[in-house]
């Protein structure tokens, strides 16, 4: 009738055939696609009126509150900047932020506008999802997929079959218990009670693991990797140490990888990137490892937790892990900012997460409501001395300032920056003591001993780091210009270096752990200077130096890595040099030392050539050469030949075609790189 009414044909319906077929019907009675078919052309019913659903008024009033705000966040007026010369904004009045879940991983918003936003679409998301719409476009903007993955970052490691990369389940254990001894004292990233049965389940079957578990697991197989020795990995695991880490480490890059790194975030996976960051020293190059811990501390602000867990009202046991896992990322990251020749790294810029607590892992549990610190020593001790040494690093840039003022030899140094500086050392020595007196207990294992160490040494190192040129013992007899400080420099760093390889008490465990952050730049440099430098204490520390940085250091007579092919050319032509004037002030002959003499017999015949020294250095020697614009030098200047922060990004050839003619000193200015941050080592 209303079709009549209307004055519209009724409208004619696809048959039943032709709507379960999926095919054009021509709608006449029967239709052809019926008739060639041999059956009963059936037509097919209207579906019921669907009912008219009344606006949702809760839904119109979410949007109001939405374009509301986004119309506020238009025409907001920007905040009035700071005075001038004020060193920080007053960051009190700002919002403590929100995490959030999403997608299966956690985020943070800082900023309360879109904090709400979030708040708002979610609730009109659960709106339709009640009226069982299938389709969500409220869906938000930051929980949306992405095509992006990490092979920005990781290698590609896709067509990786992780089932291969596992170790034995016999081997699962031995991994987990040189982990525990050797490695989590001094990272504490993860809760070995919570982590443990992980290790039990990957020993008997691995199917159940989740992927971020995965993950995890081989950071922990590859970190125990590196702490063992070559003959060690010989031993319990029949292969040589480089290939057991290679194993492990695409493991753990192909576990990374498919989990998306870049847009799935929770803890798990962030302590498999710290540990997989942690095993980077010494195996890839120091510039990408920064750039990979910027990743890092992102996907970490990301999660949050650059505010303490207090604030955004967690669980005690999920706020420490957190703290835990933050304060190693600021260390890291400071770590390879300095490896990389940069100062200070580019953190958020307001972050209030509280240093982790004196806490035994067998004191923290996830459903704990209350947490207190212990007043005893505990196996945080380590960690407790790291992280006081990078809060100074942190509040304190006019440290770095003062050292790179040193290093430069500046003539007039600002006193009142050193003055700021020699305060704040003043009071890191303060701290240190007070942590190592009520937490530390040398008895209690070797962790203890080697925070105690760490400590003294690290003031002892800034310092004379601090120290400027004109007040060190030496000035006016062994350091008369900035060449001879920043001799001084590659000196004393190689030997406190050596100083914390030699502490006994842990030497099997923690030695890996101090060999990792050699730095060969700074050795090959003092090596460099000791062609020239012939007399004095200073040239006889540095030999002894040397000599007990071979002994440690046996992968420096692995010839076929250029950086080492480089320092056993400079070893033995300062040999040469050091022979000739022994030779010709002493009465009896001198005998060759074993490294030397081990470094000559596997020395390439061509590459010996270029070692060999007729003649001590005269005054010509000594004197800086400079190439001028119409006439190039044909010689390649020191400042170009040791001037630089990566060993592995130098073009070695050069040097070695060079390292024939005598060389004069370098200019100093190009080696605030080398020395600015490579000399920190804030483990």
Not at 493 to 516: D, H, K, V
């Amino acid at each position: 009738m209303a079709s009549s009414s209307s004055g519209k044909p009724p409208r004619v319906l696809a048959c039943v055939l032709c709507q379960n077929r999926k095919i054009k019907c021509d709608r006449r009675t029967p239709c052809s696609n019926c008739i060639k078919a041999n059956v009963a052309c059936t037509p097919s019913t209207p579906a019921p009126a669907r009912k008219r659903r009344r606006p949702n008024q809760d839904l119109q009033q979410r949007l109001a509150r939405c374009e509301e705000l986004l119309s506020e966040y238009a025409t907001a007026k920007p905040p009035a900047p700071s005075s001038v010369g004020s060193p920080s904004q007053d960051d009190s009045w700002k919002p403590l932020g929100k995490l959030i879940v999403d997608d299966g991983g956690v985020k943070f918003i800082d900023s309360f506008l879109w904090a709400t936003i979030h708040s708002e679409l979610s609730a009109m998301r659960e709106i339709l999802e009640d009226e069982e719409t299938v389709d969500d476009p409220c869906t938000p903007a930051d929980s949306q997929t992405s095509d992006l993955d990490a092979g920005l970052i990781l290698s590609d490691t896709s067509n990786t079959d992780l089932e291969e990369l596992h170790p034995q389940p016999a081997h699962v254990f031995r991994l987990w218990q040189i982990f525990i001894e050797r490695v989590n004292p001094l990272t504490k990233v993860i809760h070995v009670p919570t982590v443990q049965p992980l290790l039990v389940e990957a020993a008997a079957s691995r199917a159940k693991i989740p992927k971020n578990a995965e993950a995890l697991l081989f950071s922990i197989y590859l970190m125990a990797t590196v702490a063992l020795t070559e003959d060690e990995c010989l031993e319990r695991f029949g292969c040589t140490k480089d290939v057991v880490y290679t194993r492990f480490s695409k493991g753990c890059r192909s576990a990374l990888m498919r989990i998306g790194i870049l847009r799935n975030y929770d803890l798990v996976v962030l302590q498999a990137l710290v540990l997989y960051l942690f095993s980077l020293p010494g195996h890839y190059d120091r510039h990408a490892a920064w750039i990979l811990n910027g990743v890092t501390v992102r996907i970490a602000q990301k999660m949050g937790l650059h505010r303490d867990g207090e604030f955004l009202g967690l669980s005690p046991f999920e706020t420490e892990m957190r703290r835990r896992i933050w304060w190693q990322i600021i260390l890291l990251d400071a770590m390879y900012a300095l490896m990389s020749g940069l100062g200070h790294s580019l953190l958020p810029r307001s972050w209030d997460t509280k240093p982790p607590l004196n806490l035994n892992d067998s004191d923290l549990y996830p459903t704990m409501t209350t947490i207190q610190p212990k007043d005893s020593p505990t196996d945080m001790i380590f960690r407790l001395i790291c992280c006081e040494l990078s809060a100074t690093m942190v509040d304190t840039p006019d440290i770095h300032t003062v050292i790179m003022q040193n290093e430069m030899g500046v003539d007039n140094p600002e006193p009142e920056k050193i003055e700021r500086a020699t305060r704040r050392i003043d009071e890191l020595d303060k701290n240190l003591m007070e942590i190592l007196t009520k937490y530390s207990d040398p008895s209690m294992g070797p962790v203890h001993v080697l925070a105690a160490e760490t400590g003294q040494i690290m003031i002892a190192k800034l310092r004379e780091l601090v120290c400027p040129i004109r007040s060190q013992p030496e000035w006016g007899t062994e350091i008369l210009t900035p060449q001879d400080n920043l001799f001084k420099l590659s000196l004393t760093a190689g030997e406190q270096n050596l100083r914390m390889y030699q502490i006994p008490q842990t030497r099997g465990f923690f030695l890996w752990f101090m060999m990792s952050h050699f730095q060969i730049e700074v050795f090959i440099y003092m090596v460099g200077q000791l062609s020239t430098r012939t007399s004095g204490q200073l040239v006889e520390r540095a030999w002894r130096v040397v000599e007990l940085i071979y002994q440690y250091h046996t992968e420096l007579f692995d010839l076929s890595i250029k950086a080492h092919m480089a320092s056993a050319i400079f070893t033995i032509r300062a040999w040469n040099v050091r022979e000739k004037v022994l030779r010709d002030t002493a009465c009896s002959p001198l005998e060759t030392p074993d490294y030397i003499a081990r470094l000559l017999s596997i020395l390439p015949p061509e590459e010996a050539r270029h070692t060999r020294t007729s003649e001590a250095p005269s005054a010509t020697d000594l004197s800086v050469s400079h190439a001028t614009p119409a006439q190039p030098s044909t010689e390649l200047p020191w400042d170009q030949m040791l001037g630089f922060v990566d060993a592995n990004s130098i073009d070695w050839s050069d040097i070695f075609a060079a390292s024939a003619a005598p060389q004069p000193q370098p200019n100093y200015g190009a080696y605030s790189t080398v020395f600015g941050g490579n000399s920190i080592n804030w483990m």
